[in-house]
């Protein structure tokens, strides 16, 4: 399944389909026929044809019939059906097999643990076809009398389905902003001055309001809600009008201030309460002092109430003035400060684009050094490296390092691998593999159903050993979509201080992980942070974009961050810490 591949997306104006969505369209038809008794066949012909696109460079919607039918996979029947998806911008086929299918069964598919084949058996058998009845017979012990269920499954369908309602009109960082800005640019026609505001200038990782702030409207108000917002339901007050995106339910608010109010609304509107209700040397809450006077900037408000300035992303009530205090002289990370791009996948195991491309790409951004860690032997579903390719990587990025060095070229490619975490806590190749690399990721991928304590012992036996390098996403969260397996933070972060492990921020806006809350413990331990995109293409390096606005919200300095070392400092870490 493509990283990108969701069954529920932000429909936006008509635009020319990505290959996200082509893939995506594919996917979701392969589940469908399963769920609704197709032929095998068939369904084998879309996962493979989804499965090999994955896989291809360039713009699928620019290729031909020929193109197509060239590719790994692709035959004519699915070039057909491909080149007429990106003609009308959907598929007949698809579009036939959701109208059989219920809201409440489609919506299935977020739960993990079940797929087509035992959604079927839920709907076909219970006569289940929405979340609520699901949770009822989850509750009641009628799904662990279905064959083939049982109680542990039951249990996981379970969590996942509480976790799944818990996350209900949320949209993730990403595609949060995406939104955002396309509602802003409409109401850019009819309010002189509109400003976004609320969680996303937080730079919440995930978002359940879209809030806009904006001067009164000399226009009617009627005029706003029947030819702007017919995509919404209303729910207005006189000066704050609400509804709802259509597509997703996520609420949106268009707050409008007179204008000598509009610096001080725009910050009460741009912080959390827990932020607001600080107080100062006076006992005057910050939430006071920014509703009682006129200020012309922001900086003021900070000024009058005693603090230096704090940035938005950091208004959340999470020790950020304590923080500001200790910390204000130092830089915050930002892209800039980034030197390297390390945890990227390439066409060895799962990426999309080859090592060489990559490393150009990576060179092309302004990077010094670009270190790849694609997967290991045990991530088959991922085409993980069998020893004997680990040491044809290594070849290639041989000739490559000595290429750039023959051209007086100051860049460098480093020999690294997302090794698994094993359920034991070992890592996935003998210590006679692991010390050819430069550096190791060490990331749990399987048997996620796992209590505090297995959790955690887990990963202190990777951290213990010698050749880890960076604990990769430590809770194996997914925003929205799986909780993550729970772990005792403290505990782990203990054990990276000790062992001198960093700590990764996956910067993937679907991971996010490590926690920007915990960040600030990292820095009191002396533990550094890697920004790591987790690449699987070019593109995936701008990823690192949303790493650095969740470090920056949990405060940490450009000197804590690994890959803002430079070429020269991390060679030289590396060599500490993993002598040949």
């Known amino acids: 399944m493509s990283k990108s591949s969701e069954i529920w997306v932000i429909i936006t104006p008509k635009q020319e389909m990505t290959n996200s969505d082509i893939i995506d369209s594919l996917e979701l038809t392969a589940k469908l026929l399963e769920l609704h008794d197709s032929d095998d066949f068939l369904?084998?012909?879309?996962?493979?044809?989804?499965?090999?696109?994955?896989?291809?460079?360039?713009?699928?919607?620019?290729?031909?019939?020929?193109?197509?039918?060239?590719?790994?996979?692709?035959?004519?029947?699915?070039?057909?059906?491909?080149?007429?998806?990106?003609?009308?911008?959907?598929?007949?086929?698809?579009?036939?097999?959701?109208?059989?299918?219920?809201?409440?069964?489609?919506?299935?598919?977020?739960?993990?643990?079940?797929?087509?084949?035992?959604?079927?058996?839920?709907?076909?058998?219970?006569?289940?076809?929405?979340?609520?009845?699901?949770?009822?017979?989850?509750?009641?012990?009628?799904?662990?009398?279905?064959?083939?269920?049982?109680?542990k499954t039951q249990a996981s369908i379970l969590e996942s389905l509480i976790f799944v309602q818990s996350q209900a009109g949320k949209l993730r960082m990403d595609k949060a902003e995406v939104l955002a800005n396309i509602i802003l640019e409409e109401l850019k026609r009819e309010f002189q001055s509109i400003e976004i505001t609320g969680q996303i200038t937080r730079k919440s990782e995930t978002v359940d309001s879209i809030q806009f702030i904006a001067p009164f409207l000399k226009t009617p108000r009627q005029t706003i809600e029947n030819q702007l917002f017919t995509k919404y339901q209303a729910d207005s007050s006189p000066f704050i009008w609400r509804g709802k995106f259509a597509d997703n339910q996520i609420n949106v608010e268009v707050i409008q201030v007179s204008e000598n109010q509009f610096v001080n609304k725009k910050f009460l509107y741009s912080a959390a309460e827990n932020h607001l209700k600080q107080r100062n040397q006076n006992g005057q809450t910050l939430m006071a002092l920014a509703s009682t006077s006129v200020f012309n900037d922001e900086t003021q408000i900070y000024e009058k109430f005693g603090s230096p300035y704090i940035l938005p992303e950091m208004r959340e009530g999470w020790g950020e003035f304590e923080w500001v205090k200790n910390h204000q002289n130092e830089e915050l990370v930002t892209?800039?400060?980034?030197?390297?791009?390390?945890?990227?996948?390439?066409?060895?195991?799962?990426?999309?684009?080859?090592?060489?491309?990559?490393?150009?790409?990576?060179?092309?951004?302004?990077?010094?050094?670009?270190?790849?860690?694609?997967?290991?032997?045990?991530?088959?579903?991922?085409?993980?490296?069998?020893?004997?390719?680990?040491?044809?990587?290594?070849?290639?990025?041989?000739?490559?390092?000595?290429?750039?060095?023959?051209?007086?070229?100051?860049?460098?490619?480093?020999k690294g691998i997302e090794s698994d975490i094993l359920g034991d806590g070992s890592l996935d190749y003998p210590d006679e593999v692991l010390s050819t690399f430069d550096y190791v990721v060490a990331s749990v991928h399987s048997n996620l159903n796992m209590n505090i304590t297995k959790a955690t012992d887990r990963l202190l036996r990777a951290i213990e050993n010698p050749y880890t390098t960076i604990l990769g996403h430590p809770t194996g969260r997914l925003l929205l979509s799986r909780q993550g397996y729970p772990i005792d933070y403290k505990t782990i972060i203990d054990a990276c201080s000790e062992k001198n492990v960093v700590i990764e921020i996956n910067a993937s806006p679907y991971r996010l992980d490590l926690d920007w809350r915990w960040i600030q413990y990292c820095i009191e331990k002396n533990v550094m942070l890697s920004i790591n995109p987790d690449a699987h293409e070019m593109d995936g390096f701008l990823d690192m974009h949303y790493g650095v606005a969740v470090a920056r919200k949990g405060g940490l300095t450009t000197k804590m961050t690994f890959n803002a070392l430079s070429l020269s400092e991390i060679d030289n870490y590396l060599a500490k810490k993993h002598p040949k």
């Open 43 to 151: 369904i084998k012909t879309y996962n493979n044809a989804a499965f090999n696109l994955d896989k291809f460079t360039g713009e699928i919607a620019n290729l031909s019939f020929s193109d197509l039918n060239q590719i790994q996979g692709v035959g004519k029947m699915m070039a057909t059906k491909i080149l007429e998806m990106v003609k009308v911008g959907a598929s007949k086929e698809l579009d036939e097999l959701l109208s059989k299918t219920p809201e409440g069964v489609l919506q299935m598919f977020k739960i993990k643990g079940i797929g087509a084949k035992k959604i079927k058996i839920i709907w076909k058998e219970l006569g289940i076809d929405n979340l609520n009845d699901l949770q009822i017979a989850c509750e009641n012990g009628s799904i662990a009398k279905i064959k083939g269920f049982g109680e």
């Open 335 to 414: 892209w800039d400060s980034l030197k390297g791009i390390l945890h990227n996948h390439s066409t060895y195991s799962d990426g999309r684009h080859t090592l060489e491309q990559m490393v150009n790409h990576c060179r092309e951004l302004g990077f010094e050094y670009f270190g790849i860690a694609d997967h290991s032997q045990s991530a088959a579903y991922a085409n993980g490296l069998l020893t004997s390719r680990v040491y044809q990587q290594h070849e290639e990025i041989d000739k490559i390092n000595n290429k750039f060095k023959e051209l007086g070229i100051n860049f460098k490619v480093l």
